[in-house]
């Protein structure tokens, strides 16, 4: 079989484990020359080691593919164009960016430090625009190019305690979809993948009541291996019509995931005032407002 990604040069961030490993992975077995980026820090995102991005980039080379390993941090500009710049100093072009780099600093929002909220929007969201923004000038000049940015359920729907990783979820669903429509003139596709998949990052998460305790044991039987085939997919040119879009990956499920639209609406001739929203708009409204749902009441059956 043709390889869908054959002789194309990728980025992957946050690649050293779980989701990003299995990303580059696959991509690098489809024929891509991968940029593994990890800086190797801990889930908060402290301390740094060489030596996941170096051990991913040897197990490449074992099975026979291409790749370099690359240290720098996502969550400053200049470090992050960097990342960009390691495509082009050893492969010579770029033709796909995958944006998974992450941390979490979880707390209930009134606890929440105003540096654990930086440093979350930091690397998730500004991440994802520094290493999107310096690729895009080499996507423009090529007429061609793919960004893959990770969201999550906790930013499309909800969840307890990650005000921080919420946020930037759901900025880079904006972002993806800017980039969509400001670039598809030059052919290059901007997508957003919500993945379910246990990984360090999970794991941080406390699991306190009985539902919590079996929400984990259902993560757990998720792989970061079920991610990677869709991420591989929007990177090719197969998808080439595919963009703007977000979809969640559950195990063997691929859900399209819906995006803000009117719902109801009401009227008034001679306009609104307090009280009349009160009395007649909002209670017409009400019938079609939005539980307070978390993702795991959304999602509620065990993976297929």
């Known amino acids: 079989m043709t390889k869908s990604l054959q002789d194309k040069v990728v980025i992957v961030t946050g690649a050293g484990r779980g989701i990003g490993r299995e990303i580059a992975l696959l991509c690098a077995a489809e024929g891509a020359k991968v940029v593994v980026n990890d800086p190797g820090v801990a889930s908060d995102g402290s301390g740094t080691s060489a030596a996941p991005a170096e051990e991913v980039v040897e197990e490449i080379r074992k099975a026979g593919g291409t790749a370099v390993a690359n240290f720098e941090s996502?969550?400053?500009a200049i470090p992050?164009?960097?990342?960009?710049?390691a495509a082009t100093d050893h492969f010579g072009r770029l033709d796909g960016v995958v944006n998974n780099a992450g941390i979490l600093r979880d707390m209930i929002f009134h606890k929440m430090s105003i540096e654990a909220f930086e440093a979350v929007i930091k690397v998730?969201?500004?991440?994802?625009f520094y290493v999107?923004?310096?690729a895009a000038r080499l996507f423009r000049e090529q007429e061609s190019g793919s960004f893959v940015h990770f969201t999550s359920t906790s930013g499309l729907i909800g969840n307890y305690g990650q005000a921080n990783y919420a946020a930037a979820k759901l900025g880079i669903v904006g972002l993806s979809k800017s980039i969509a429509l400001d670039m598809g003139r030059f052919n290059v596709r901007s997508n957003c993948v919500s993945p379910f998949a246990w990984s360090r990052m999970i794991g941080t998460i406390p699991a306190e009541t009985e539902a919590e305790k079996e929400r984990v044991e259902r993560m757990k039987r998720m792989g970061p291996e079920k991610i990677a085939p869709v991420v591989a997919y929007l990177l090719s040119d197969a998808s080439k019509d595919v963009t703007g879009q977000i979809f969640a990956v559950r195990m063997n499920e691929i859900f399209l995931?819906?995006?803000?639209?009117p719902l109801r609406s009401v009227h008034r001739g001679e306009g609104w005032t307090p009280q009349t929203i009160a009395e007649h708009g909002m209670p017409a409204l009400k019938p079609s407002f939005y539980k307070l749902d978390r993702s795991a009441d959304v999602f509620g059956w065990d993976p297929i």
């Open 80 to 85: 992050a164009s960097k990342i960009v710049k």
């Open 124 to 128: 998730h969201l500004m991440g994802s």
């Open 74 to 76: 996502v969550s400053e």
């Open 257 to 261: 995931m819906g995006q803000s639209r």
């Open 132 to 134: 999107a923004h310096s």
